[in-house]
């Protein structure tokens, strides 16, 4: 059974099929697909499809709501050959300034540290999104390094910044 994470104000859910065509709508606007390395531009519905269909296993993918039926954007953690996952996440624009994003990747960080029993988690941003790098700052990651990622939005390399928390860095934000 797929885990659904509860926080003050959202309910992080798994992705479903009904979630594509809010995926294509939010997704559409350029300021969001610009800031998302792998994302590109128009997004189109088979887009979407495809990526909730690669993500139907993927217990660690959620779509955020304000109810079972609101969706407002994802996050979720990326398993890739390291055993260090990465956070990454994308909000529309309408829920933008809200702290949304912070409470749902609070949420998605005390489950990845108290129930999966990760002791790293890794992130980055272009160094153009200060929104997603405050994001993580509150959170308490620190910086590992800068290297260039490709945008698919943009269809270029652009400077980007890489980020790692701990379980004991999170520890020490927790309320």
């Known amino acids: 059974?797929?885990?659904i994470l509860i926080t003050?104000?959202?309910i992080l859910r798994p992705l479903a099929a009904n979630d594509a065509p809010d995926i294509v709508r939010l997704l559409n606007e350029r300021e969001i697909a610009d800031r998302l390395s792998r994302v590109p531009h128009p997004y189109l519905p088979e887009h979407a499809e495809q990526w909730i269909r690669n993500?139907?296993?993927?217990?660690?993918e959620?779509?955020?709501?304000?109810d079972r039926n609101g969706f407002m954007g994802a996050i979720g953690l990326r398993h890739l050959k390291e055993d260090t996952p990465e956070i990454g996440y994308w909000l529309g624009k309408p829920y933008w300034g809200f702290g949304y994003m912070t409470e749902a990747a609070y949420a998605l960080l005390a489950h990845a540290f108290d129930l999966l029993g990760y002791e790293r988690i890794r992130s980055g941003y272009f160094d153009t999104n200060r929104a997603s790098a405050r994001v993580l700052e509150k959170l308490g990651f620190t910086i590992t390094g800068k290297d260039m990622r490709?945008?698919?939005?943009?269809?270029?390399e652009l400077a980007h910044t890489n980020v790692h928390l701990t379980r004991e860095q999170f520890e020490k934000i927790a309320p």
Do not use: C, V, Y
């Open 62 to 66: 959620f779509s955020l709501t304000l």
């Open 150 to 156: 490709h945008s698919l939005a943009q269809g270029k």
């Open 1 to 3: 059974m797929k885990p």
């Open 8 to 10: 003050k104000r959202m």
């Open 55 to 60: 993500n139907e296993d993927n217990s660690d």
